[in-house]
């Protein structure tokens, strides 16, 4: 009978994985493993491909506690009406990988501004906590409000009536029209919608009525993203 050599893969838990050679030829006799930051847990494979069975980065960060949304609707949008959603970076590298997503019932310019310059005169006056997408974890968000004293863990809300609180655009890295119910910014997909956000700097999220649009219609706009360190 030949001579079977045995090697142990043991965890950081002591769970023992067996891995055995015969001397004539390498038999693998190991089961697939993913590392959690912790210790080695047993993969999960398709039954009939074998392939690993995984969810995307995105989903991921939710498990992980650092996926975040705020929401900010108008039940009675004009077409001369603006409302959006304003807050700034942190000066870290925690990069802030934003995926938007806005509706319109009527035809309506959707925006966004990256380091517009705000009028100190006319800050907004209304904020809004954003929601950890994982309701049992504790984590804040560390982007901030647009404020005299801005506040971390806070967004700034535009409201119509509000006077604009911007003074000029700066550059407006995402313009689209939307409106009759055709939904936009994240309508195409995280991958072709997705910004990773400068470092330090304010975004503001416009939704615009437009003249070609009709009143007492309704608007959203929806931010969700998640929040890592750069490997820089």
């Known amino acids: 009978m030949d001579k079977i050599k045995t090697f142990k893969l043991i965890d950081s838990t002591g769970k023992v994985f067996g891995i055995s050679q015969d001397e004539g030829e390498l038999i693998i006799r190991a089961k697939a493993l993913g590392y959690t930051g912790a210790s080695f847990q047993l ?6 491909s074998f392939a690993a069975i995984g ?3 995105a989903h991921h960060k939710i ?7 705020v929401s900010h609707y108008e039940a009675d949008f004009d077409k001369v009406d603006i409302f959006g959603v304003l807050f700034t970076t942190p000066d870290t590298l925690n990069r802030i990988h934003m995926f938007p997503i806005v509706y319109a019932g009527s035809a309506s310019l959707f925006e966004i501004l990256e380091a517009p310059t705000i009028d100190t005169g006319n ?10 997408r994982d309701r049992n974890s504790s984590t804040l968000s560390t982007v901030s409000s647009v404020r005299a004293a801005p506040v971390v863990d806070r967004v700034s809300l535009k409201r119509p009536g509000d006077v604009t ?14 409106g009759s119910s055709k939904q936009g910014g994240g309508s195409g997909g995280r991958d072709n919608n997705e910004y990773i956000l400068k470092q330090n700097t304010t975004y503001y999220f416009r939704l615009s009525g437009s003249a070609g649009g009709a009143d007492n219609s309704v608007g959203s706009i929806i931010l969700s993203w998640y929040e890592n360190i750069a490997r820089e």
């Open 165 to 178: 609180p911007v003074s000029a655009d700066g550059t407006i890295i995402h313009a689209e029209m939307i």
């Open 55 to 57: 969810i995307d980065y």
């Open 123 to 132: 800050y907004p006056t209304v904020f809004s906590t954003p929601i950890n």
């Open 63 to 69: 498990h992980d506690g650092n996926s975040f949304s």
């Open 43 to 48: 993969a999960i494979l398709d039954p009939t």
